[in-house]
């Protein structure tokens, strides 16, 4: 089974998860600025974090998808497994704005990031299983220093909404930031295997 079907759906799940988390933004209760910073800035800023989180899992999932052959029954799962977490996000996100950014909130969260991340994971290494010694995905992949740093400041974050939240929600904004930096080496691979220069 080629990849196209998979990229389909998640696509599509990923376009959902997007709608529904701007459909829950906090609208402000009158039609002035004052208003929109008093009831919205929580509601945007927790948007904007999480829409940066499924644009980075969508960037990165279609890259990986371009270095995969074939698709197993374990990958299709495996798949399932990250799309799951990811659908949490509108509820967690929703959860941490209308709390203002409370304790509890931000720690789960943080989990439903860290979850995520591991699923990501656990959807490469699958890949790469699948495709064997020769994965072109596990040569692009390389050390994977970003894939490695990631849970250990999520953990940072959850551990320091113990603290205050919002700098749990700070930890978790790093890692985005670190994820937003461009990341060539799949992009890097494609072209030298296809024998164009690199972009």
Known sequence: MGTNRLE??????????????????????????????????????????????????????????????????GVLWANLHLLFWLSLYPFTTRWMDETDVAQVPALVYGINLLAAAIAYFVLQQVIIAVEGPDSRLKKAVGSDWKGKASPAIYLTGILATFVTPWLGVACYALVAAIWLVPDRRVEGYVAQVEGSPSS
Request: proline fraction near 3%; glycine fraction near 4%; avoid cysteine.
């Open 8 to 73: 389909a759906f998640s696509d599509g799940v990923l376009a959902i998860i997007i709608t529904i988390m701007v459909l829950e933004l906090e609208l402000p209760e009158h039609p002035t600025w004052d208003a929109l910073v008093h009831d919205s800035t929580t509601s945007l800023v927790t948007y904007v974090l999480s829409f940066v989180y499924i644009g980075i899992y969508w960037n990165n999932h279609h890259h990986m998808l371009q270095l995969t052959d074939r698709v197993s029954g």
